[in-house]
Every structure is written in structure tokens, then in C-alpha cells.
């Protein structure tokens, strides 16, 4: 086997070849990658400094004579800044009044102040999930309590994908199941969709 290198499309034995390493992928991240970066980028802003810290600590040289020279005095620390946190505001259900704490609150038992009809919604169960019509009844009685109304939905439908097909081939079809039930019933509010993420990863924004 050879690799192709070059612009040119020059083909080289695997052999003498050295890939460098860090270097910017380009295209798609896999599944794993994705949860890894955002697991990173969420990390709270105590850890990050610290990061950081260590990093300029390690990179930045402090009383370097060639910087001094023209007048560069670097620092390691980081530039400390008056601010002021704002007063968690009130959260107004219909049964109760609430105050999130760090950001976050739960919606146990809350119920909203105008629920929301939810009647043009279709399942698309890829796997042959046992108990589907076990789940709608928990997604009805959850959106009841929270002040929801939530019909049967106007589809379940369990298209099968080829197990010996390609990543490809299978997101492109479960792409053209998504098209057909769109084209199908319009005014769709949502769309379940049952699927095995290892085998083939389907980003959010697809």
C-alpha cells in the first residue's frame, strides 16, 4: 500500500513515510472527539486559569535583557479587573416561584405557566426498540405534569439500515428517512429518532 502526498497526488510507500505530529486536522470530527472537546471547553473557569497559569509560567520569560532592550516587560500573572455579579433572577411557574442556583435549576414538578400542544410529532426507531409505545406514554404523562399536552404521535415507523454498509451509507439514509417523513408531514414539531450513536455518529446540526 502507498500513501498519496502532495498536491500532485504523489504516491509514496507507507514505509518511508513520518506523519508529524500535531498537526490541524481537517474535516469532520468522530463522536468520540466531539463529547471529548466539548467535555474539555465546559470545564469551570477555576481549572482553566490554572491551565493557563501553567502555561504562561513554563512559556513567558520574564527579565529577558533582549525585551528589555525595547522597553517589553512581560508578566506571567494575569490582569485583575473590578466586576459585579448580578442577582439570580426569579423564575415564575405556575405552581410555584423559583431561583436557580449556579445556573441551573430542576423541572421537577414544575408546571408551565402556558403548556404547549404537541400534536404533529413521529418516532423513526431504527433499532426495534422494544417497548416504543411505553416511552410515548412516559412522554405524555411527563408533558401533562409539567403543564403539556401531548397527543400519540401521527407516525412510528422503524426503517432498517443495512448493518454491513458503510458510515456513510448509513447516515445518508437515515438523512432520506428525515427528508421523506418531512416531505410527508409537513409542520412537523419533532422527530425521535432511535439510533445506534457508536457505529455511526450523527452531528446535532445534521
Given amino acids: 500500500p502507498s500513501i498519496t502526498v502532495g498536491s500532485k497526488g504523489t504516491a509514496l510507500p ?3 513515510c ?10 469532520k470530527l468522530t463522536g468520540d ?10 470545564r469551570p473557569a477555576f481549572e482553566k486559569e490554572k491551565i493557563i497559569q501553567l ?4 512559556e513567558i520569560v520574564l527579565n529577558d535583557p533582549l525585551l528589555a532592550h525595547y522597553c517589553i ?12 455579579v448580578l442577582d439570580t433572577p426569579t423564575i415564575n411557574y405556575s405552581n410555584k416561584s423559583i431561583r436557580p442556583r449556579d445556573g441551573s435549576w430542576n423541572l421537577r414538578g414544575k408546571v408551565f405557566s402556558l403548556g404547549k400542544t404537541m ?4 418516532i423513526l426507531d431504527f433499532v426495534g426498540v422494544r417497548d416504543v409505545w411505553q416511552f410515548i406514554r412516559e412522554v405524555q404523562i411527563v408533558g401533562g405534569n409539567s403543564g403539556m399536552n401531548i397527543n400519540e404521535p401521527r407516525f412510528v415507523e422503524n426503517p432498517r439500515i443495512n448493518s454491513r454498509d458503510d458510515d456513510y451509507r448509513k447516515k445518508e439514509q437515515i438523512r432520506q428517512e428525515l427528508k421523506r417523513v418531512h416531505k410527508n408531514y409537513p409542520g ?5 429518532v432511535f439510533i445506534n450513536g ?5 452531528e446535532n446540526k445534521e
Fill in 14 to 16: 507507507m514505509e518511508v
Fill in 18 to 27: 513520518t506523519i508529524v505530529r500535531g498537526q490541524h486536522k481537517l474535516g
Fill in 33 to 42: 472527539q466531539t463529547s471529548n472537546m466539548i467535555r474539555y471547553s465546559v
Fill in 55 to 58: 502555561i504562561a509560567n513554563r
Fill in 73 to 84: 516587560n512581560p508578566s506571567n500573572k494575569m490582569i485583575e479587573v473590578n466586576g459585579r
Fill in 119 to 122: 400534536d404533529n410529532w413521529g
Fill in 188 to 192: 412537523l414539531q419533532m422527530i425521535v
Fill in 198 to 202: 457508536k457505529p455511526f455518529p450523527i
